[in-house]
Every structure is written in structure tokens, then in C-alpha cells.
């Protein structure tokens, strides 16, 4: 009897082992109109966008016909994925945001995208939401002159709207995790881009047009915390958006430079960041 529990338990503990040692993996595939036997698809998955990206992994696949597939690990983090055809003319399809477990299966007629499979539809809400903003964007132009800048700020705020009326819509079809994801990526842009206005119109310029650009912006009713709910970091001090970086960045030399009236020191900034964050948000910074 004794034999038969001792078996019995490094059994149990073989098949844990093995259960704790199986890597996960998801699926990418794709089927297009112009993929041709001998064509190579790159596939780049990274933690972050932006000025983050090259932080990454890459794979290559063959097509095969005019479809491709492979399988890559899967996260249990939110990822950007990358996926570039190398044709002449043909652009790439990304980045999304990939969440943990799910497939990318899409498909490419006349140009029309189509995703595919269970998590089709957080797939589709990317897309759909970088054609409104792009489309906001010829509406709302951005004017760069002290006395437009209200009304260049009010147009950025317009498109967030915008996006955001949008993922409300197809919130119940995403997931809460996605819709939360997605909704922060939003404001952040949005956020972003107002920060680097400034940083584009004053940055390095005379006294004087950086005062008036100050002024301006100093009667502009709460230009950068309109969006209560944004988070820059998670639970575990990781950036929470693409556009983290690029924002924690364009924010010290707003703070620290533009509306403190100094020059921008990379001692100074790095003071900056490490006061103001910490874990990997600060590490990758």
C-alpha cells in the first residue's frame, strides 16, 4: 500500500512539472490577395509601442499559396504585434494590441480587412478607432499660434470624444479588460499630443513667444487632467499605454522647462522621472 501512494504521488508531481512546464502559445495567421509561394512575413511582438518598440521579438514566416500561419508565446500581458508583408506598396497591419490568449486571424480582399475567430471583434475596435481619429484629425486641425491654442486643444479633446462615445458602443463585445486597455490608449494620445504642442511651439524658442504661448495656456481650463479615469502605470509600475514614454518625457520639459523658464538638463530629467515614477515605468523610461 505504501509503494502504491509513494507511485501514485510522484506521479502527481510529474504530471504538475510537466502542466507547469507547458508554453502556452497562440496562434497568428492570415490569408490575402496578394501573399505568393516564397514570400516572407515578418511578425514583430513587443511589451510596448512607440519610442519602446525596439524592445521585441521577431519571427519569419513562408507563405504558403496565399496564406501564412505560425504559433508564438503566449503573455499574460497586453502586446503590441507588428505584422509587415515586405511587398512593394502593400502597408503593414499594425500595431494591435493583443491580450492574453488571444488568436490573430485576418483576412485581406481589395485592401478590406477582416479579423476572424473569437477575438475578432477587440481587433476590429482598433481599427475602427484609428479611422475615426484619423478622420477627427482632418476635421480638427491643429493650428500652431498662441491664440489657436484653445481651440487646437478643444479639437484634440473633440476626437478623444469621439473615439471614446465609440469603445463605449462596443464595449460589451471587447471584453472589460480591452475596452479598459483601449479607453487609456485614447486618452493618452490625447494627452500626448497636447504636451507635445507645447513642447513643439516653445521648446528652445525665444522669451517672448514662450510667454505667449504660457498665457495662453494658463486661461485653457485643466488643458492636461480632462481624462480623470487615465492611468500612466499598472498595478506593477509597467507603462499602461503606448504613449507612456513619450508622454512622461514631454511632460518633464513642460513642467520642468518650459513653465519653470530653464533649459532642459539631462541630470535634471532624470531627477524628474525618478520622483515621479518607479518599477519598470522608470527602468524603461
Same mark, same amino acid.
Given at each position: 500500500?505504501?509503494?502504491?501512494?509513494?507511485?501514485?504521488?510522484?506521479?502527481w508531481f510529474?504530471?504538475?512539472?510537466?502542466?507547469?512546464? $507547458?508554453?502556452?502559445?497562440?496562434?497568428?495567421?492570415?490569408?490575402? #490577395?496578394? &501573399?505568393?509561394? /516564397?514570400?516572407?512575413? %515578418?511578425?514583430? !511582438?513587443?511589451?510596448?509601442?512607440?519610442?519602446?518598440?525596439?524592445?521585441?521579438?521577431?519571427?519569419?514566416?513562408?507563405?504558403?499559396?496565399?496564406?501564412?500561419?505560425?504559433?508564438?508565446?503566449?503573455?499574460?500581458?497586453?502586446?503590441?504585434?507588428?505584422?509587415?508583408?515586405?511587398?512593394?506598396?502593400? $502597408?503593414?497591419?499594425?500595431?494591435?494590441?493583443?491580450?492574453?490568449? #488571444?488568436? &490573430?486571424?485576418? /483576412?485581406?480582399?481589395? %485592401?478590406?480587412? !477582416?479579423?476572424?475567430?473569437?477575438?475578432?471583434?477587440?481587433?476590429?475596435?482598433?481599427?475602427?478607432?484609428?479611422?475615426?481619429?484619423?478622420?477627427?484629425?482632418?476635421?480638427?486641425?491643429?493650428?500652431?499660434?498662441?491664440?489657436?491654442?484653445?481651440?487646437?486643444?478643444?479639437?484634440?479633446?473633440?476626437? $478623444?470624444?469621439?473615439?471614446?462615445?465609440?469603445?463605449?458602443?462596443?464595449?460589451?463585445?471587447?471584453?472589460?479588460?480591452?475596452?479598459?486597455?483601449?479607453?487609456?490608449?485614447?486618452?493618452?494620445?490625447a494627452i500626448?499630443?497636447?504636451?507635445g504642442y507645447?513642447?513643439?511651439?516653445?521648446?528652445?524658442?525665444?522669451?517672448?513667444?514662450?510667454?505667449?504661448?504660457?498665457?495662453?495656456?494658463?486661461?485653457?481650463?485643466?488643458?492636461?487632467?480632462?481624462?480623470?479615469?487615465?492611468?500612466?502605470?499598472?498595478?506593477?509600475?509597467?507603462?499602461?499605454?503606448?504613449?507612456?514614454?513619450?508622454?512622461?518625457?514631454?511632460?518633464?520639459?513642460?513642467?520642468?522647462?518650459?513653465?519653470?523658464?530653464?533649459?532642459?538638463?539631462?541630470?535634471?530629467?532624470?531627477?524628474?522621472?525618478?520622483?515621479?515614477?518607479?518599477?519598470?515605468?522608470?527602468?524603461?523610461?
Amino acid at each position: 500500500m505504501m509503494k502504491k501512494i509513494i507511485f501514485l504521488t510522484f506521479l502527481w508531481f510529474l504530471t504538475c512539472v510537466q502542466l507547469f512546464a $507547458a508554453e502556452y502559445r497562440v496562434k497568428i495567421s492570415g490569408q490575402t #490577395d496578394f &501573399l505568393k509561394d /516564397g514570400d516572407t512575413i %515578418a511578425v514583430t !511582438v513587443s511589451p510596448y509601442a512607440g519610442r519602446l518598440s525596439e524592445l521585441k521579438s521577431s519571427f519569419t514566416v513562408p507563405a504558403s499559396g496565399n496564406h501564412f500561419a505560425l504559433e508564438i508565446p503566449d503573455d499574460d500581458q497586453p502586446r503590441f504585434i507588428l505584422i509587415r508583408f515586405n511587398k512593394p506598396g502593400q $502597408a503593414d497591419l499594425g500595431p494591435l494590441l493583443m491580450f492574453p490568449g #488571444d488568436d &490573430l486571424d485576418f /483576412g485581406i480582399q481589395k %485592401a478590406e480587412i !477582416v479579423f476572424k475567430g473569437r477575438s475578432a471583434k477587440r481587433f476590429e475596435v482598433q481599427l475602427q478607432l484609428e479611422t475615426l481619429s484619423a478622420r477627427c484629425k482632418q476635421h480638427f486641425k491643429t493650428v500652431y499660434a498662441p491664440e489657436k491654442l484653445a481651440s487646437s486643444f478643444s479639437g484634440i479633446d473633440s476626437c $478623444a470624444v469621439a473615439c471614446l462615445r465609440l469603445l463605449d458602443r462596443r464595449k460589451s463585445g471587447i471584453g472589460r479588460s480591452a475596452f479598459e486597455w483601449l479607453r487609456n490608449e485614447v486618452m493618452a494620445e490625447a494627452i500626448t499630443a497636447k504636451l507635445g504642442y507645447l513642447t513643439y511651439t516653445c521648446l528652445n524658442k525665444p522669451a517672448a513667444v514662450q510667454d505667449q504661448y504660457i498665457t495662453a495656456l494658463r486661461k485653457y481650463a485643466r488643458p492636461f487632467n480632462s481624462y480623470p479615469s487615465f492611468v500612466a502605470a499598472d498595478s506593477l509600475d509597467r507603462p499602461a499605454s503606448k504613449f507612456a514614454v513619450e508622454m512622461i518625457y514631454r511632460q518633464y520639459l513642460v513642467d520642468s522647462c518650459i513653465l519653470a523658464g530653464r533649459k532642459f538638463r539631462l541630470h535634471d530629467c532624470y531627477l524628474y522621472e525618478s520622483r515621479h515614477f518607479r518599477g519598470a515605468l522608470r527602468s524603461n523610461w
